[in-house]
């Protein structure tokens, strides 16, 4: 069976403050090659960078707002 995806399509996270830290943005928390690779990725990708993301972010001390 086919695995369908019915949640909320992956929104994505740039807050247009596009400054690295060891090869981390600052503003988004995805890493260069995320934020590159990000148009060709499927939702379930964009879902796991946004929770890998959020991680970073809490890690440099950072919050973003919920995605609504």
């Known amino acids: ?39 060709k990725m499927k939702n379930k990708e964009r879902k796991a960078v946004n929770a890998l993301a959020t991680e970073r972010l809490k890690a440099l001390g950072k919050t973003r707002k919920k995605d609504r």
């Open 1 to 39: 069976e086919r695995e369908v995806d019915l949640g909320d399509k992956a929104k994505n996270p740039c807050v247009s403050i596009c400054k690295l830290k060891d090869d981390v943005c600052i503003g988004c928390g995805r890493s260069r090659e995320e934020m590159k690779s990000w148009k």
